[in-house]
Structures are given as C-alpha cells and as structure tokens.
C-alpha cells in the first residue's frame, strides 16, 4: 500500500501568493483530515472530510483557508492569500476503521 | 471536552534500555482508541501502537507495548531495548468511538537515546 501521498513535499512562497497543497488518501479509506502543526500550537484539524463530504470545518482559521475533495482519491487545501503566520507543516491523513494514517506532510514555509 | 496530557516534555534513555513515556486523558465517553504515534526529525507521523478501550489486553507491536488502566485514564508506552532509530517526538493520542473519527493530541514528549 503507497500510504497517504502529499505533494508538495515542501513550499516557499511569498507573502500574498496562493497555496495549493495536494493529497491522495490511502485507497479504500472513507475518512481525510487535514491537520496543521506548528511550535506555538502543536498538532491542530482544520477541516476533515467523511466520503467526501466535509464534516467539520471549525478548524479552519479563516477564510483565506478552503479545502475540497472532489473525489474519494484526492483533496486539495488552498490558501489564498498566504501569509508568513501561515508557516507550517501540513499534514492530510486518512483512515478507515478509526485507525489514522498520516502523510509524509508538506512543509510551508511563506516569506 | 476530551484532553490528553503527556506531562514529560523531554525523555532521556541509554541505549539497550527501557524506557516508558506517560500520557493520560481526560474523558466520560466509555468506547474510545488511544494511539502512540512518532514523529522522527523528518516529521512524518508514524503509528506506533493502538488500543482499544474495550480490550482489557495491553497491546503489543515488537518492542513497544503499552499500559493501560482504563479507570486511572492512563495510557503509557513502553519502548524496551531502546535504539538510536527510536529518538523522535512521541504523542498520545484519543479518539471516540462514537460519532465523528477525530484524533485529540498529546503535547508530544521528546524522546533522546544515548549511545
């Protein structure tokens, strides 16, 4: 099994740029989180999606922040614009069975 | 509200050792998981154990094993013959059964290996 696949692995962008960060859940899985992880705040959800469905998308800081998931085999997390307190390691996980596998996770660092 | 707690921000242990990390939780649901999940210098989150709330048995997976005391809300893990691969951030983790599948985190407690 390839495992939750992120992409990019890693990001520079400049301030008011957009972001666009990639995932693939792990096949068969019904359940995609996005979590974003910082020093000042740990591990943090943001959005998380049930069959493709989003569920609960308190997480989200603002509105800059939006997520999709048009198929059960991709999802999206857009930020637009990006904003240097948006640095970051993203994580997108997935799961089945309640069980949560994480991605490899996608470094963002906006300057 | 649910809440984990690992009250060892650092963890040091020579190498070949034992060492156990601590976490407890705070929760009045019956039917939950409890995770351990590492997190090496690549940052990749890796799942290191799962238990059960239900299962009595403490679960194993090789070296790491966990105790777990259902009524103390406590979930500690054990990681025995310790190796240099083992250093990373270690987390607790909880999430209920019942109704939406979300993972309540742990600080993390920073785990070094001596040589």
């Known amino acids: 099994d390839a495992g939750v696949i992120q992409s990019p692995r890693h990001e520079v962008t400049e301030m008011g740029q957009e972001v666009t960060l990639r995932c693939k859940p792990i096949?068969?899985?019904?359940?995609l989180f996005w979590y974003r992880q910082t020093m000042m705040r740990g591990l943090e959800l943001l959005i998380y999606?049930?069959?493709?469905?989003?569920?609960?998308d308190s997480g989200m800081p603002e509105d800059r922040f939006s997520a999709k998931m048009p198929n059960a085999s991709f999802s999206t997390l857009k930020i637009q614009p990006s904003e240097p307190r948006d640095s970051a390691v993203y994580f997108c996980?997935?799961?089945?069975?309640?069980?949560?596998?994480f991605g490899e996770g996608s470094w963002l660092t906006v300057v | 509200a649910q809440t984990v707690t690992q009250s060892q921000p650092e963890m040091s242990v020579q190498e070949a050792e034992t060492v156990t990390l601590s976490c407890t939780y705070d929760?009045?649901?019956?039917?939950?998981?409890l995770f351990w999940y590492k997190q090496p210098p690549s940052r990749q989150m890796i799942l290191v154990i799962r238990?059960?709330?239900?299962?009595?048995q403490n679960a194993t997976e090789n070296r790491f094993s966990v105790n777990f005391q259902k009524a103390a809300k406590s979930f500690s893990l054990k990681i025995s013959d310790s190796q240099l691969g083992d250093a990373a951030m270690y987390f607790c983790?909880?999430?209920?059964?019942?109704?939406?599948?979300?993972?309540?985190f742990g600080q993390g407690t920073r785990l070094t290996i001596n040589p």
């Open positions: 983790a909880y999430e209920v059964i019942q109704g939406a599948q979300k993972l309540v």
């Open positions: 929760t009045s649901e019956s039917d939950y998981y």
């Open positions: 999606f049930n069959n493709n469905v989003p569920i609960d």
């Open positions: 996980a997935s799961s089945l069975s309640y069980t949560i596998y």
């Open positions: 238990q059960e709330a239900y299962k009595q």
């Open positions: 096949s068969g899985h019904d359940y």
